[in-house]
């Protein structure tokens, strides 16, 4: 006759099925893990990535938005990608996506990122929803983001800097903001962009990250 299970060894199970349970979630958010940081939806026309929340911009102003963590700009961002730039560029031209190539180093301080508009979207374990790229990060001005797909893939591939979404219209960043031109935040201090410690979960939180097609009259 098999003896019953002790009290300890029955705690030490449930503990162990515990500790797995976190190191699973921890490991994916949304259908996407750290060995499979981007999924495309060609039916929704979505791109979902994983980055991490850097918790120095929600105490201090930033001008990107997500930045590749291996890229030269990797850690000076809200967030921190787990995704480069190429296959976030390749990701957005699976759903359609079309960039607007219009930027280039000569004319940045004069001219507006063109291309398709993409709605973002962040959310996290235990979020209620997901949240609008304007509630996660603030602009002093209380301006809307306006993000459009810039494209810029060479320039990106040629100076490594990592960024996917900046916060002013920009030559490199794959994605960026049409509310502001080049220079607006570092150079000419017209906006201030911060992380909302508020809202957003701490230092090292990994987030989902999601950008939407948005249909023309929609």
């Known amino acids: ?85 190429e296959p976030f560029h390749t990701a957005l031209v699976e759903i359609g996506a079309k960039a607007g190539e219009n930027m280039t180093f000569k004319n940045k301080e004069k001219t507006h990122v063109q291309g398709d508009i993409l709605l973002v979207t962040v959310t996290w374990e235990g979020a209620e929803r997901e949240y609008d790229l304007d509630e996660v990060i603030t602009d002093s001005n209380g301006k809307p983001f306006v993000m459009r797909f810039g494209g810029n893939l060479p320039a990106a591939l040629k100076k490594r800097t990592g960024c996917l979404l900046c916060l002013d219209s920009c030559p490199v960043g794959i994605v960026s903001n049409f509310t502001y031109t080049y220079g607006a935040v570092e150079k000419r201090g017209e906006v201030s962009f911060m992380g909302n410690r508020n809202l957003l979960p701490p230092n090292g939180s990994v987030v989902v990250i999601k950008l939407k097609k948005q249909r023309l009259g929609v």
């Open 1 to 85: 006759m098999n003896k019953p299970l002790s009290v300890k060894v029955v705690v030490q199970v449930l503990s162990l099925f515990f500790i797995c349970s976190l190191a699973i979630a921890s490991d994916q958010l949304d259908g996407l893990t750290k060995a499979n940081p981007i999924m495309v939806d060609q039916v929704k026309e979505t791109v979902s990535l994983l980055a991490e929340v850097n918790g120095k911009y929600l105490y201090a102003p930033a001008r990107h938005a997500v930045v590749f963590e291996g890229g030269g700009n990797g850690n000076k961002s809200v967030f921190r990608a787990l995704v480069n730039v």
